[in-house]
């Protein structure tokens, strides 16, 4: 009985993933496009994303990359996937490190910064930190930073001062590396800080509205003429869903066999990878 239920469920979970897919904007005026294991994975771009942003491009959609990177401003991921051989503009690129920034500058505060060493520069570059009377918390993804000792010094800032914020960069729960296996990502270490002092972290990425919102002022479109790619189904894909965009997974990056169909919004269509996500935003065009 429990076997039978189980099969039936599943097909109609399937049924209703095939339901979405066949669901399409009438007009697609501009992509978010998320880049870290959508495009790239370590330090080389995946087969077939040159060639397919080449074609995007050429096209009459607009895109935006949007990054979750705690590591990299626009200019620097753009420097980054230049040398990737993908052709991409400073001005059309923003990420989760440059947001914190601009929200810290926006409220005045003084953070201590729980940053990897070139971001950390680039972050305190025309601001003056007053690190002794600190008033937040900065976090982001460095593997070297996030230890025991650093993320109890960050507990112990917040909960010497009950005004004091923790802003994090994202709350990924994990992130695809080079020997393509997957790596914890800054989620874990945001929850522990938030468990340990009661307080709820200002999160400046994805999944946060606000991000979404950043890229189509970008792009100039309206979320029901927008499309988001990425290979997170939770905080790209029905992150964006949720806010009316519609939702594109691509199989690469951190996606795992069954994502689509588990996620607790399906796709509105499930890729193979970039490539075939293009054929699928320029099929009308």
Known sequence: MGSSSTVRNQAQVADRVAHRAQRRPKCIRGVL???AGTLYVGNEALPGVSDALRRLRASDVGVVFA?????????SLANKLRRMGLHVESKGVYTALEVAKRY???????????????????????????????NAV??????????YPS??????????????????????????????????????????????????????????????EQGMKMLGTLAE????????????????QHLGLCGLLVKTGKYRPGDEINA????????????????WILEDR
Do not use: C
Request: glycine share 6%; proline share 3%.
């Open 225 to 240: 003429e927008t499309v988001v790619v990425g290979d997170d189904v939770h905080d790209d894909v029905n992150a964006g």
């Open 67 to 75: 990054s979750n990177s705690s590591k990299e401003s626009s200019s």
């Open 151 to 212: 993320i109890n010094q960050a507990f112990r800032i917040l909960q010497r001062n009950p005004e004091a914020e923790l802003i994090a960069t994202s709350r990924s729960k994990y992130l695809k590396v080079e020997d393509g296996g997957l790596d914890v990502g800054l989620g874990a270490y945001v929850a522990a800080l938030e468990f340990s002092t009661g307080k709820t972290a200002h999160v400046v990425g994805k999944p946060e509205a606000s991000f979404f």
């Open 104 to 134: 810290v500058q926006e409220k005045e505060l003084h953070p201590r910064l729980f940053l990897q060493r070139q971001a950390k520069q680039w972050f305190e570059e025309g601001m003056e930190l007053q690190h002794v009377d600190a």
């Open 264 to 279: 607790a919004t399906p796709p509105d269509a499930t890729v193979q990878d970039f490539a075939a996500a293009v054929d």
């Open 33 to 35: 496009l998320d880049v």
């Open 138 to 147: 900065v976090l982001g993804l460095d593997e070297e930073m996030l230890s």
